[in-house]
């Protein structure tokens, strides 16, 4: 069975940093489109960021270009997303998925907040 | 960036027939065809299509999808308490080279 798990989210201050983290299992890591999306409280899905199966490319939604870095280790089956300069409107239920959402994680909350 | 454009409200009765539609264009619907995603208060979302209209295992023979163009759809017949939930259409977008999800449409059972 496929497995993502993410970690990471908390409560941070407006212009904190955070690093989210999600292990995958149960698929061949290396060979997927991973993505982490977001949802706002009582909104919708809103695409933050993926990358390449080889992390040789990565693309951002603009509201997040500049503070935030995707990443992964396909070697740990892990993906990461390092959040910088954190505002109030990126306080969200953060979720690790594949490709355009064929597996998902249960997600991790974050709330920037002072 | 702009999403796809889903109606944001269905109400149905109880076993009838619901038809949700999702609205992009050539650089994504159009181009891979769209995943549809259930969402049930508090929880994250389940695929129940993905781009090329394959139903993973579990998902209920009641639901079926579709491609016309740039417009995907979601049909779901015979509707029961459980189907009450919200609805998301998600594709690749090759002039972002990211994802543009729907707006959600929330499906109530009457």
């Known amino acids: 069975e496929v497995q993502l798990v993410e970690s990471g989210g908390g409560l941070v201050q407006p212009g904190g940093s955070l690093r989210l983290s999600c292990a995958a299992s149960g698929l061949t890591f290396s060979g997927y489109w991973m993505t982490w999306v977001r949802q706002s409280p009582g909104k919708g899905l809103e695409w933050v960021a993926n990358?390449?199966?080889?992390?040789?490319?990565?693309y951002y939604v603009d509201s997040v270009k500049g503070r935030f870095t995707i990443s992964r280790d396909n070697a740990k089956n892990s993906l990461y997303l390092h959040m910088n300069s954190l505002r109030a409107e990126d306080t969200a239920v953060y979720y690790c998925?594949?490709?355009?959402?064929?597996?998902w994680g249960q997600g991790t909350t974050v709330t920037v907040s002072s | 960036q702009a999403g796809l454009t889903q109606p944001p409200s269905v109400s149905k009765g109880l076993r009838q027939t619901a038809t949700l539609t999702c609205t992009g264009n050539s650089n994504n619907v159009g181009l891979q065809g769209a995943a549809w995603l259930q969402q049930h208060q508090g929880h994250p979302p389940k695929l129940l299509f993905d781009r090329d209209n394959n139903r993973p295992s579990g998902i209920s023979e009641r639901l079926s999808a579709s491609r016309s163009g740039n417009t995907a759809s979601l049909t779901i017949t015979g509707l029961q308490p459980e189907d009450e939930a919200d609805y998301y259409c998600s594709a690749w977008d090759s002039s972002l080279s990211g994802i543009v999800f729907g707006g959600g449409t929330k499906l109530t059972v009457l």
């Open positions: 998925a594949i490709s355009v959402g064929e597996v």
């Open positions: 990358t390449k199966p080889d992390g040789s490319e990565k």
